[in-house]
């Protein structure tokens, strides 16, 4: 079965070691589609799987967005 876009973002996500952090441009590019760093934040603001470590997952100016757990509400 061919893995789908999300799958890949989700098991990308799940293999970046404690202390370390990837762009959201960095994991679509591993996932093989480089221009889709809003998907996946999209992928990761529907995560509820704690597996997941989506906090790892940053803007290219390294700051954290807050698409899922522990943002802030506004």
Do not use: Q
């Not at 996932?31 to 934040?41: E, H, L, N, Y």
């Not at 997941?52 to 899922?68: E, F, L, T």
């Amino acid at each position: 079965m061919k893995k789908t876009f999300s799958d890949k973002v989700r098991d990308i996500v799940r293999k970046i070691p404690k202390g370390k952090t990837m762009t959201y441009k960095e994991v679509a590019s591993k996932a093989g589609t480089p221009k889709a760093a809003r998907a996946v934040g999209a992928v990761m603001r529907s995560n509820y799987d704690l597996s997941i470590p989506c906090h790892r997952v940053v803007a290219s100016d390294g700051k954290m967005r807050g698409y899922n757990r522990g943002a802030r509400i506004r």
